[in-house]
């Protein structure tokens, strides 16, 4: 039997290219798709951070009751964007090869880092690592797509704003004036990997789709978010993760730290990679266990 996979997606540039790109691949292995646009509240409601919305995975919420509904067999999502727990009935059926996961700094000008300086970011994670290495800056919020985002920057008197460079070079924006922030800011757990989810129901679709999996994606960004799950993370808290497989062992880093920077936990392991099961888990268990669990309290007060 063959059937038209229903491909939902958000509506925003970089949400349809990552859903033309799954279309793209589907229709090479000889499959009929179609692209399902919806809006987001995290794509609606821009004057708020993403913390104050009080709405687990608002960017893939509005997929979710649509795929739960039956207008669309498959999502597509920015995996650093979707709830660490499904709802019941829709399964992850691939991830696929990750992009560049590292952030960057925009800038808008001359500017001088060992100044005051005023950085853009809606991210808890990027604001809590900035301050911690520049705490006499200022870190402003800023929300939108990456082309409104940008440019807010150029008519701002900001130094810079901080994006994902992933994103950047799959729109093909090429930003003249960046710092590359690779060498010490850890990304959010699954940044630049995209997702698959269907109904646990849908046989046809979850065939399809799991041969678009990557296997080396799929447990780098399984390891991640075990670290984020376990320290009950997501946009709430400032949590990054980052996971190599390099030679047959798992290169670990992550961090959890306060709003401000000025307090947290840095955590690094490389072990071999068949012992690398629950990696995140124990990690995230063992800096509840020396400290985290009263720092995670300590971070939900000051929201």
């Given at each position: 039997?063959?059937?038209?996979?229903?491909?939902?997606?958000?509506?925003?540039?970089?949400?349809?290219?990552?859903?033309?790109?799954?279309?793209?691949?589907?229709?090479?292995?000889?499959?009929?798709?179609?692209?399902?646009?919806?809006?987001?509240?995290?794509?609606?409601?821009?004057?708020?951070?993403?913390?104050?919305?009080?709405?687990?995975?608002?960017?893939?919420?509005?997929?979710?009751?649509?795929?739960?509904?039956?207008?669309?067999?498959?999502?597509?999502?920015?995996?650093?964007?979707?709830?660490?727990?499904?709802?019941?009935?829709?399964?992850?059926?691939?991830?696929?090869?990750?992009?560049?996961?590292?952030?960057?700094?925009?800038?808008?000008?001359?500017?001088?880092?060992?100044?005051?300086?005023?950085?853009?970011?809606?991210?808890?994670?990027?604001?809590?690592?900035?301050?911690?290495?520049?705490?006499?800056?200022?870190?402003?919020?800023?929300?939108?797509?990456?082309?409104?985002?940008?440019?807010?920057?150029?008519?701002?008197?900001?130094?810079?704003?901080?994006?994902?460079?992933?994103?950047?070079?799959?729109?093909?924006?090429?930003?003249?004036?960046?710092?590359?922030?690779?060498?010490w800011m850890?990304?959010?757990?699954?940044?630049?990997?995209?997702?698959?989810?269907?109904?646990?129901?849908?046989?046809?679709?979850?065939?399809?789709?799991?041969?678009?999996?990557?296997?080396?994606?799929?447990?780098?960004?399984?390891?991640?978010?075990?670290?984020?799950?376990?320290?009950?993370?997501?946009?709430?808290?400032?949590?990054?993760?980052?996971?190599?497989?390099?030679?047959?062992?798992?290169?670990?880093?992550?961090?959890?730290?306060?709003?401000?920077?000025?307090?947290?936990?840095?955590?690094?392991?490389?072990i071999p990679?068949?012992?690398a099961k629950?990696?995140?888990?124990?990690?995230?268990?063992?800096?509840?266990?020396?400290?985290?669990?009263?720092?995670?309290?300590?971070?939900?007060?000051?929201?």
């Amino acid at each position: 039997m063959s059937k038209l996979i229903r491909i939902g997606t958000r509506d925003s540039q970089l949400a349809l290219w990552q859903a033309n790109t799954v279309k793209k691949k589907l229709e090479k292995l000889g499959y009929q798709t179609q692209l399902v646009p919806v809006k987001s509240t995290g794509d609606l409601i821009l004057d708020k951070p993403l913390y104050e919305l009080g709405i687990t995975g608002v960017f893939t919420k509005t997929l979710d009751v649509a795929m739960l509904n039956g207008q669309v067999d498959i999502a597509v999502h920015s995996m650093k964007d979707v709830p660490t727990l499904l709802p019941q009935g829709i399964v992850q059926t691939a991830v696929l090869e990750r992009g560049n996961a590292s952030d960057i700094l925009v800038t808008n000008g001359p500017y001088d880092l060992t100044k005051h300086c005023t950085i853009a970011t809606g991210s808890l994670r990027r604001k809590a690592q900035w301050l911690k290495k520049y705490p006499h800056h200022s870190v402003v919020g800023l929300r939108g797509n990456v082309n409104t985002r940008l440019q807010k920057l150029a008519d701002s008197d900001w130094q810079g704003a901080i994006f994902a460079k992933a994103g950047l070079k799959r729109l093909n924006i090429k930003p003249t004036e960046i710092i590359n922030l690779d060498n010490w800011m850890i990304p959010a757990p699954a940044q630049g990997a995209m997702v698959i989810v269907a109904m646990q129901n849908d046989k046809y679709s979850i065939d399809a789709t799991t041969q678009l999996n990557h296997k080396e994606t799929a447990i780098c960004t399984q390891i991640e978010r075990e670290f984020l799950r376990v320290l009950e993370g997501g946009c709430s808290a400032p949590i990054g993760a980052y996971v190599e497989i390099i030679k047959n062992h798992v290169v670990f880093k992550g961090n959890l730290l306060l709003l401000d920077g000025s307090d947290g936990f840095e955590e690094s392991r490389m072990i071999p990679l068949n012992s690398a099961k629950d990696l995140g888990s124990r990690i995230a268990k063992q800096v509840l266990a020396n400290g985290g669990k009263e720092l995670m309290e300590e971070i939900k007060k000051s929201l």
